[in-house]
C-alpha cells in the first residue's frame, strides 16, 4: 500500500495531494503571449534542431509575437479565454469528493498544475509542500501518453524538484506518477455514453450512416520518428471505443490542430470531412478523442472551423460535434478510481515497470500495461529529453 511509504507521525490521516497535469490556456487576452512563449520554448514540445542555443534562442520569441494576434481573436471567438482551468477544477473537486469515499484512509486535496499557463506545475509543487502535503501524485490529464505532454510535464516537474535540491530547500513530500489511461473502461465507458446521446439527435434511419470522426491533437512527425508512443495510444482509445459501440458505425482516427509548416501527422481532420463528404458522406461526428475537456481545439477548432465554417462550403453536410468529457459523470468516476486504484497500488509492481523507452531516457514511456499504469517513484523521478544528458537521476 502507498500509505505505508508516506510519512505519517501522527494519527492523522496520510496528506495526499493529487496534481491534476495539463497544458492549460490563457484566461485572457492578456495571458495569450506569456502562454504561447512558454509553449514554443519548450524543448520537449518543440524539439526541432533549430531549437539548439536554449534560452538565449531568440526564435520563440519571434514565432509567439507574431502569433499572438491571431490566437487572441480566436480565444475572442470562444468567450475571450480558455475554460481549461475553470474545466480541470471542476472535475478535481468532484474527483477528490468521490475518492474520499473510497479512500476514507486517506485525506486527498486536489491541486491543478499547468505546463505553460498559471497556476503553473512548479508554483503548485510549492503550494503542496507549503500545505503539508506528505505525498503527491502526480496525475496526467492526457490520456494517451506523449514525451510532448506528459513527458514535458514530467520533466518540468523532475527540474523543479533538482532545483530546490540545489537550492537546500528539498521536497519532503513523496512523488507517484499516474501516466496514462487510454483504456481505462470508465474513460471508454464515457466516450461511448456521450457518442450514444448525439447519435439520437440523428433520425434513426441515419443513424448508422454517421462517420465517427476521432480528431485528436496532431504531431510532429519529428516526435512520431523519435518512435512516440502517442499515436498507438490514440489508436487503441478508438477501438475500445468502437468495441463498446459495438461496431455500429463506420469511423476514422484523423488529426487536428497542426502548427506550422512542417510535416505533421494526417489525415488533417479537415482534409477528412472534405473527403469524405465530397465521397457522399452526408452525416458525419466530430469526437475530441484526447482532451478532457473543452478549449480553443474543440470550441473553436471543431464548432466553428470544422463545423460552422464548413457547412457554410457544404450546406447538405450535417456535421455534429461529440460532447467533450467535461463533467460527465462517468468520467468523473473514471478520474476517481484512477486514483483510489494508485492509493491502494503496490508501488513495488509499478517500480519494476520503469523501463527506458528508446529515443529518451524517461522510463514512463517505455511498455505499458492495458495502456492505463501508475507508477511509483517513492524517492525520485525522472528526466526525459535528450537535453537531460543525465540518466535516472536519483533523489534518496
Ligand atoms: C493531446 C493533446 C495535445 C498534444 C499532443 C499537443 C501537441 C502539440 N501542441 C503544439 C502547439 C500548440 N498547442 C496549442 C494549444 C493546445 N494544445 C493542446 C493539447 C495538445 N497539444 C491543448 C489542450 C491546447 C489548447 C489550450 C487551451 O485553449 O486551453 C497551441 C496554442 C494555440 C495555437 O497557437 O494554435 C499551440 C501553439 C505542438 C507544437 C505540439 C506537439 C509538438
Ligand atoms: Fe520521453
Ligand atoms: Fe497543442
Not at 216 to 226: D, E, G, K
Request: hydrophobic share 35%; charged share 20%.
Amino acid at each position: 500500500m502507498l500509505k505505508s511509504s508516506v510519512r505519517c507521525y501522527s494519527t492523522a490521516k496520510p496528506r495526499i495531494g493529487v496534481l491534476m497535469l495539463n497544458l492549460g490556456g490563457p484566461e485572457n487576452s492578456a495571458a495569450v503571449h506569456p502562454f504561447l512563449l512558454r509553449l514554443f520554448s519548450d524543448r520537449d514540445l518543440i524539439p526541432l534542431p533549430f531549437m539548439q542555443g536554449g534560452k538565449y534562442n531568440l526564435l520563440p520569441r519571434f514565432i509567439a509575437k507574431r502569433r499572438t494576434p491571431k490566437i487572441i481573436e480566436q480565444y475572442n471567438r470562444i468567450g475571450g479565454g480558455s475554460p481549461i482551468k475553470m474545466w480541470t477544477e471542476e472535475q478535481g473537486n468532484a474527483m477528490v469528493e468521490r475518492v474520499a469515499q473510497l479512500c476514507p484512509d486517506f485525506e486527498v486535496k486536489n491541486y491543478t498544475g499547468f505546463r505553460y499557463a498559471e497556476p503553473l506545475t512548479e508554483d503548485a509543487m510549492d503550494q503542496m509542500e507549503a500545505d503539508g502535503i506528505q505525498h503527491c501524485v502526480a496525475f496526467t490529464q492526457y490520456p494517451q501518453y506523449s514525451c510532448s505532454t506528459t513527458g514535458s510535464s514530467f520533466n518540468g516537474m523532475y527540474r523543479h524538484i533538482i532545483k530546490r535540491q540545489k537550492e537546500g530547500n528539498p521536497f519532503k513530500m513523496t512523488f507517484s506518477a499516474i501516466d496514462r489511461w487510454a483504456t481505462h473502461p470508465l474513460l471508454v465507458k464515457s466516450f461511448a455514453e456521450l457518442i450514444n446521446k448525439q447519435l439520437e439527435t440523428v433520425e434513426p434511419k441515419d443513424r448508422h450512416k454517421v462517420v465517427l470522426l476521432f480528431s485528436a491533437h496532431s504531431l510532429p512527425m519529428s516526435v512520431i520518428n523519435r518512435g512516440d508512443p502517442y499515436p498507438q495510444e490514440v489508436g487503441a482509445t478508438v477501438e475500445h471505443v468502437m468495441k463498446a459501440l459495438n461496431y455500429s458505425n463506420p469511423y476514422r482516427l484523423v488529426w487536428q490542430s497542426k502548427v506550422g509548416p512542417s510535416a505533421w501527422l494526417g489525415p488533417q481532420t479537415d482534409d477528412a470531412i472534405k473527403g469524405l463528404i465530397k465521397n457522399g458522406s452526408k452525416n458525419l461526428m466530430m469526437i475530441p478523442i484526447a482532451f478532457t475537456s473543452d478549449h480553443i481545439e474543440t470550441l473553436y477548432e471543431m464548432d466553428i472551423e470544422y463545423g460552422e465554417e464548413m457547412k457554410e462550403e457544404f450546406p447538405d453536410a450535417n456535421i455534429l460535434r461529440c460532447e467533450s468529457l467535461n463533467m460527465h459523470k462517468t468520467f468523473v468516476d473514471c478520474l476517481s478510481d484512477l486514483v483510489a486504484d494508485h492509493l491502494k497500488s503496490d508501488g513495488k509492481t509499478i517500480q519494476q515497470m520503469a523501463l527506458r523507452c528508446p529515443m529518451c531516457t524517461n522510463p514512463t514511456c517505455g511498455p505499458m500495461r492495458g495502456f492505463f499504469s501508475s507508477r511509483t517513484f517513492p524517492q525520485n523521478l525522472t528526466g526525459c529529453t535528450s537535453d537531460d544528458k543525465e540518466p535516472m537521476k536519483s533523489f534518496g
